[in-house]
């Protein structure tokens, strides 16, 4: 695209070389500019060529803001001009990857920095007996700390695997009665921060509001999982809460596991979950395992997002631990099956390394895999 000032003697020209299939988006994005020329300097004029290179384009701007500083011109002649400039420049990186230039990377949406979370605080899981399920996680040596109930049947028992991390277990009922993955929890920094994110991206969570724990809570529908949409919960541990109180405590030295770092997600169309993941939700692909899902900020827990054929309703978590013979000999002790292998993870820089891993199997088929921590 040549362009020539006609109101000046002898007239300005510079050039700004678009690809013809582009020059729609090109004077769009110029039209202020060039229409404020327009009646401050007589004319303007544009010409295609279809061949072009980003460093002329580049030569242009620099020869264009040069031959600024050269010309008589009125205050808002030479605003004008800066801006259609600038208005170019912002193009240009949009220009070079249609033209399909190696040397950039494919153009992808770039989502808002979402704000941070602290990490996964919870998985629910609806279990057939809360009692054997509690006596099996005992045997794991997680304690359970606290419990909802109403009248004298438990409709909620929390897990606790340190003081920011919980598995919460709910019962079956005649309206309920599939067993497995119920919803993973994260704990947010600033939870109404976060809810307004979400908001931003069109995204439709409920009101935060207060939870019977006594902490912040909102939640939200995702993509679809084994039989409903993804049902994500959000919270802020508040002072006073059940959780809370309880820092410091229940933090039994026989846990398999101290920290969560990976819940999968079976889903049914497991490509667009991990795109909503990505574009609406600000995670980021994982740099030691391709597979997983950062968390915004810097807890270095994530989500895997994996097929429903693979996971069917039963949830699947990773827990690492400071010494994994240690949890070997816990499991062995209380005569809990598991089995113990290892494989070969390969990073984003195409590094391989051997990770140690636990497996084990609850009374309701549920998977804990245990690795030790890094």
């Not at 384009?57 to 800066?82: D, N, P, Q, V, Y």
């Amino acid at each position: 695209m040549r362009i020539t000032l006609t109101g000046h003697s002898p007239p300005p020209t510079f050039f700004l070389v678009v690809p013809q299939h582009l020059l729609s988006g090109a004077f769009l994005a110029c039209h202020s500019a060039a229409f404020a020329l327009e009646r401050e300097c007589g004319g303007i004029r544009f010409s295609a060529t279809e061949n072009w290179q980003l460093a002329f384009m580049r030569e242009s701007l620099s020869r264009t803001f040069m031959s600024l500083k050269g010309l008589r011109m009125s205050s808002l002649r030479r605003i004008a001009l800066c801006s259609l400039a600038l208005a170019v420049t912002s193009l240009a990186p949009a220009f070079t990857r249609a033209q399909g230039d190696d040397r950039m990377p494919p153009e992808t949406k770039a989502p808002a920095a979402s704000p941070v979370m602290n990490g996964i605080a919870h998985i629910a899981i609806r279990v057939k007996d809360v009692a054997a399920s509690e006596d099996f996680y005992h045997k794991l040596g997680f304690d359970a700390p606290f419990s909802m109930k109403r009248g004298d049947v438990v409709t909620q028992a929390f897990l606790k695997v340190n003081d920011r991390q919980f598995m919460e277990l709910y019962p079956v009922t005649p309206r309920d009665s599939q067993t497995g993955f119920l919803h993973l929890c994260f704990e947010g920094a600033d939870l109404n921060a976060l809810h307004d994110f979400y908001v931003s991206e069109g995204l439709t969570p409920i009101a935060v509001r207060t939870a019977g724990a006594g902490n912040l809570l909102f939640t939200m529908k995702g993509p679809q999982q084994y039989a409903d949409p993804q049902n994500i919960e959000y919270t802020q541990y508040m002072p006073g809460s059940m959780h809370s109180k309880d820092f410091g405590q229940h933090l039994g030295p026989d846990r398999v596991g101290d920290k969560m770092t990976v819940v999968a997600l079976a889903m049914q169309d497991p490509a667009a979950a991990r795109s909503y993941y990505l574009d609406k939700l600000g995670f980021h692909p994982s740099a030691t395992n391709p597979k997983l899902l950062d968390l915004p900020g810097s807890s270095g827990e994530a989500v895997e997002i994996v097929p429903v054929s693979e996971l069917g309703s039963r949830s699947s978590i990773v827990l690492t631990t400071p010494d994994l013979d240690k949890s070997a000999a816990q499991l062995t002790r209380q005569q809990v099956p598991f089995k113990r292998a290892s494989a070969g993870i390969t990073n984003a820089a195409g590094k391989t390394r051997t990770v140690d891993m636990i497996s084990v199997t609850d009374p309701d088929g549920n998977i804990i895999r245990i690795e030790q921590a890094k």
